[in-house]
T-cell receptor, first 112, second 112 residues
Framework: TQLLEQSPQFLSIQEGENLTVYCNSSSVFSSLQWYRQEPGEGPVLLVTVVTGGEVKKLKRLTFQFGDARKDSSLHITAAQPGDTGLYLCAGERWGGGFKTIFGAGTRLFVKA | DAGVIQSPRHEVTEMGQEVTLRCKPISGHNSLFWYRQTMMRGLELLIYFNNNVPIDDSGMPEDRFSAKMPNASFSTLKIQPSEPRDSAVYFC??????????FGQGTRLTVV
């Protein structure tokens, strides 16, 4: 059972479309991070959200942390082929030190 | 900065053999994480160290897995004996404090 549930698991869209990826949990997290991973590489951090209700924007990407700090969403406006990749949400929890737990990821494919 | 360095990038071994994966974290980072990634289970946290001390190893699947961090610049993950179901990509990540983990490129392990 995943502590962080991501949906959808797979998404294939046309260039120019908008999309939203969700990350949900029944647990509260100290912070939540979004990473992007390309084939053959490790995940690369996109953004960290810390405060409940926080919204951050990174060019065409908008990230939101839920008010209760249990969920988050990633919205991409006017997707481009370069956005193709595996998007991972990760929650940070205290356990003698802060550890980061990942969701299973959403695999996005943007067709030109 | 060279980033997190993992070796080897690829490892193919026979069932029953010992496998040692190596990681050099980013200089100055005080936390180190070992993750395993498979299609079925996603990115799983195996163990993490804070200031070279193992904090949480609850993700280590079996006693066949062990990890050490003898100093701030080196860590190993050992599997002995290896089994086909251990085949996965193993990532090492390091961080300085909270909110951002830097990942290595991973070691793709195949046990035949």
């Amino acid at each position: 059972t995943q502590l962080l549930e991501q949906s959808p698991q797979f998404l294939s869209i046309q260039e120019g479309e908008n999309l939203t990826v969700y990350c949900n949990s029944s647990s509260v997290f100290s912070s939540l991070q979004w990473y992007r991973q390309e084939p053959g590489e490790g995940p690369v951090l996109l953004v960290t959200v810390v405060t409940g209700g926080e919204v951050k924007k990174l060019k065409r990407l908008t990230f939101q942390f839920g008010d209760a700090r249990k969920d988050s969403s990633l919205h991409i406006t006017a997707a481009q082929p370069g956005d193709t990749g595996l998007y991972l949400c990760a929650g940070e929890r205290w356990g003698g030190g802060f550890k980061t737990i990942f969701g299973a990821g959403t695999r996005l494919f943007v067709k030109a | 900065d060279a980033g997190v360095i993992q070796s080897p990038r690829h490892e193919v071994t026979e069932m029953g053999q010992e496998v040692t994966l190596r990681c050099k974290p980013i200089s100055g980072h005080n936390s180190l994480f070992w993750y395993r990634q498979t299609m079925m289970r996603g990115l799983e946290l195996l163990i993490y160290f804070n200031n070279n001390v193992p904090i949480d190893d609850s993700g280590m699947p079996e006693d066949r897995f062990s990890a050490k961090m003898p100093n701030a610049s080196f860590s190993t993950l050992k599997i002995q004996p290896s089994e086909p179901r251990d085949s996965a990509v193993y990532f090492c990540a390091s961080s300085e404090g909270r909110f951002r983990a830097f990942f290595g490129q991973g070691t793709r392990l195949t046990v035949v």
